[in-house]
């Protein structure tokens, strides 16, 4: 192997324990990251992180694509585990996928759907690896009408909502009727505050039965999309 070949093993390899130190931290600390207590934990001067991370901002942007990206994965996974016409079967896996991922990385999670993190700014490369969720589940509605197995009954779309909803679905939905997706929309919206309330502590003591109350919330979703029994 090249020196250059091996320093860039290296590099990776020093990359990767910076963000698994660092998530630890995030377990313990919440996303008020410190680059001088992550090289504390790893026997390094602060300086030599800069080497990799320029800033906390840098590693938490590195952070955030990777979990977005491990909960993309998972819930397009599950959507792929399903049969194509099983809407509503592919409905729920997804949604119990994204809800998994969350239990298992509520960190991770946290980072992503929770509190803003002080004086940080997401940079525009995250947007599309968050994308990834909502298009799985309205990629599922897509599915139905372009079959006509989802059909539109009435709209009663206020008109800015309608032409903010035409500008989202000329870029990502091409041909999916705006009220079609503020119904998928709605899902989506529901299905991570769902999340969050049982995550972030909203549902202790109300609600014991955590896995039957996620299957019956998600079944009212599919009702309220339209999706076939």
Request: hydrophobic share 45%.
């Amino acid at each position: 192997m090249s020196a250059p070949s091996i320093r860039a093993r290296v590099r990776a390899e020093m990359i990767d324990e910076i963000k698994a130190v660092a998530r630890r931290h995030l377990a313990t600390d919440g996303a008020n990251l410190s680059l001088r207590a992550v090289a504390r934990d790893m026997g390094m001067v602060s300086s030599a992180l800069y080497r990799y991370f320029p800033s906390r901002d840098d590693l938490l942007t590195a952070l955030i694509l990777e979990a977005y990206e491990a909960l993309g994965d998972a819930v397009e996974a599950a959507d792929a585990a399903v049969d194509r016409r099983d809407l509503r079967g592919r409905w729920h896996a997804a949604c119990r996928a994204a809800r998994t991922w969350a239990l298992t990385h509520p960190a991770e999670y946290a980072l992503l759907y929770g509190s803003p993190v002080p004086g940080y700014a997401a940079p525009d490369d995250t947007v599309m690896p968050a994308q990834r969720p909502p298009t799985t589940l309205v990629g599922i509605l897509g599915d139905g009408f372009a079959d006509g197995r989802l059909t539109v009954d009435g709209d009663d779309l206020p008109e800015p909502v309608r032409a903010d909803l035409a500008e989202i679905a000329a870029g990502l939905f091409p041909g999916l009727p705006e009220s079609l997706l503020a119904r998928g929309m709605a899902g989506w919206t529901q299905l991570f505050g769902l999340i969050s309330f049982e995550l972030f502590g909203r549902l202790n003591r109300a609600v014991p039965h955590r896995d039957e109350y996620f299957d019956h919330q998600t079944a009212l979703m599919a009702d309220l999309i339209g999706l076939p029994r």
